[in-house]
């Protein structure tokens, strides 16, 4: 959409400088800006890209105003600034309630009329769709799923049997919410599947991404708080709860049974064990292998960085004997305690 920087000021609380007139249509990054764009610098080290910049207008900080020659829209925060102002510019395309030819609906489930079925969609007995729902082509809702109001399936989104999702949620193609999860008990040789009872629930304006699989609870409930977002290809096991306003990013995954508290961050390919408890406010860093409780905020890192493969190779050779190394260790240690001790008694 189109909107003068006057009027877009005004609706993001932030000061304008520069001509009120000018219009903005869409977001752009400085080095490929036009008049009709509007850009962010959000790290000085990039203030060059300032000089350059066809951008109808920038949103930046006050250190960097004066580097500027087009019209500003300050904010201490230009990152958020930006996203709110993306918002406003390209918003999502109103829901248009309706049934397509080639869904399939149960008699049995209740849709909102102002929510969209879309073609080959497939809704179970029991099903309720809330008002505005966008559910999109290819998606299969179990018998007895809920989803609140303005929530969307973009495509392809598998919502399996009991599974509720609340308002305002986002989930992108693939997404599979509420399969049974990965319980089973030994007999001898052989594995006895355990029954997952439970339901895998989702609070309001939760987000999940791509090919991104939440697991049922094996009794009770697998629970994504208020405001989660997930990214793609991450593993959420049985019984999980995830707690308000933390976000994971992609190719992590999380054992059954474990609690994650609120505004938590959890970095791309981390692996958490079962059963543990993590506390809020806090934060993995990449590739961190988490195998034990963590209650206390605070960021937290396990993961090796890459080096040379030469390199590697040798410290490998040399985590071999660590363990005889550490013993030896302990024992020149004892050997200098007593030594030490003679000496006093020498010396007395």
Known sequence: MEICLGELSARLGVTLIGDATVSVSRVAQLTNADAR???FLGDSKYRRHLEATAAGAVILSKADAGACHMPVLLSDNPYLTFARAARILHPDSPVIGGRHPSAVIDPDARVDPTAWIGPLVVLEAGV???PRVF???GCILGEGVRIDEDSRLIARVTLCAGTQVGKRALLHPGAVIGREGFGFARDGERWIRIPQVGRAVLGDDVEIGANTAVDRGAIGDTVIGHG???DNLIQIGHNVEIG???????NAGISGSTRIGRNCTIAGAVGIAGHLSIGDDVHFTGMAMVTRSFPEPGSYSSGIPAMPSAEWRRNVARFRHLDDLTRRLKHLESLLETMKETTERGNS
């Not at 308000?244 to 992609?250: K, L, V």
């Open 37 to 39: 764009s509007l850009a």
């Open 128 to 130: 309720l769709i809330g």
């Open 228 to 230: 989660v977002k997930l």
């Open 244 to 250: 308000d306003n933390t976000a994971i990013a992609g």
């Open 135 to 137: 559910v999109g082509p």
